[in-house]
């Protein structure tokens, strides 16, 4: 079932549109706009609004997605810090000495090397990722992508609510509406937003480190399986 899932790309679509709905009801809070509070109490809001509101939340998802993935790559670095240190020494990735031994040993023996470089780490995770996806089960990893891919999302939705909450306070000096009742203040609405923002980016580090633990683990038991 799992790989029917992951061949059908739901995981993804889940995460796009799922971190879309949250990013949009974050902002509309965050603006002061009554537009989500209208269309969960209204009772004769058409089928067409709720389309539109799924479309609008995809594409926010989408946009989300690749700006997120854009920063990770240039600034944050999360996975790129994670494959490339996870055979140093002292690295926080792999911190069991005993598995660290054997896939170092492990990557030495495939990469015909007797020191590793952060490149040659790099080179190694990507020749175990490429044949985890070619010859084994990929649906635990494609799970994790997806928490991945969506905290990642929204941190950066977080940082995008703060702004919301920063222009709509001193442009227009909006009340803040959550479910239909007046919210609390904007300082306070920023310092929610700067704590939301601070734990998915904790998450998305987390989850960054888990894939490679979990990439490695899965290769290490295929090649010895095929020993």
């Known amino acids: 079932m799992d790989k029917v899932i992951e061949k059908m790309g739901i995981y993804e679509m889940f995460t796009v549109l799922g971190a879309g709905i949250i990013s949009v009801i974050i902002w509309s809070f965050a ?28 594409i926010v998802g989408l ?39 054997l896939y170092r040993k492990l990557a030495k023996q495939k990469l015909h090397k007797s020191i590793l470089s952060e490149k040659d780490n790099e080179l190694f995770y990507f ?45 227009n000096d909006k009340t803040f509406y959550v479910f239909g009742t007046k919210s609390i203040c ?5 310092i929610i937003e700067l704590f939301v923002f601070a734990l998915f980016c904790y998450r998305t580090k987390r989850y960054a480190k888990y894939k490679v633990r979990v ?13």
């Open 31 to 58: 603006s002061g706009s009554k537009y989500i509070n209208a269309l969960l109490y209204r009772n004769n809001e058409s089928d067409v609004n709720w389309v539109i509101f799924y479309i609008i939340c995809y």
């Open 63 to 101: 946009i989300l997605q690749e700006v997120s993935s854009f920063l990770d790559d240039k600034a944050m670095k999360f996975r790129i810090n994670a494959r490339k240190c996870f055979l140093n020494d002292n690295n926080r990735v792999i911190k069991n000495d005993e598995e660290l031994i």
């Open 127 to 171: 020749r175990a990722k490429t044949y985890l996806e070619r010859h084994s089960d990929n649906s635990k990893i494609s799970r994790i992508n997806s928490i991945y891919g969506m905290s990642r999302s929204l941190a950066l939705s977080s940082l995008v609510a703060i702004l919301f909450t920063v222009v709509s306070y001193f442009l």
């Open 186 to 190: 904007p300082v306070l609405m920023i």
């Open 215 to 227: 990439i490695m683990r899965y290769y290490w038991d295929e090649m010895k399986c095929n020993k």
